[in-house]
């Protein structure tokens, strides 16, 4: 692993885990975005997997937290920490992973998005999705950023912020 990025995401982690007592190493792995492959200007994008081979159920949930809000966390400190006084170039986005619930999610997501869309085009009238965290709102506004005939935009705050599909 030679990428500087990838070292300090990993880094960083692994010393987070080991603050709190947790036996777990962390694997990393680049990953294309949607984004980056239309726009080079975003930064790359990294996923920290944490091992959790020696951690124990209590262990995980702990980690993911109720609605993956711990693991939201630990993205949103990781993204912060990590990339704080770099230049734009050793900048990163980091997606934290435990026991496939990024992956898991985003396949909901994309379902939701799925479906949103459809009952925007089937009833003409706008759709909001809830109960969405922020990062989650990004990535259905990504989804759905290739429809040319939708929009997406975000309404409401927190913790009621929803995120609105309709028909431009």
Known sequence: MTDSRM???????EELLLLTKTPASVKVEKHATLAEQEDDSE???YWLTIDE???TPAQIQALIGVDGSALDAIQYLANTTVNLGQPPEEQAAYTVELAGYRVRRQAELLQMAQYAAEQVRLTGREFELKSLSAAERRQV???LKDFTDLETYSRGKEPDRRLVVRLI
Do not use: A
């Open 43 to 45: 930064p790359d994008s």
């Open 141 to 143: 506004h990504t989804f």
């Open 7 to 13: 070292q300090r995401g990993q880094k960083w982690l």
């Open 53 to 55: 081979t020696n951690l």
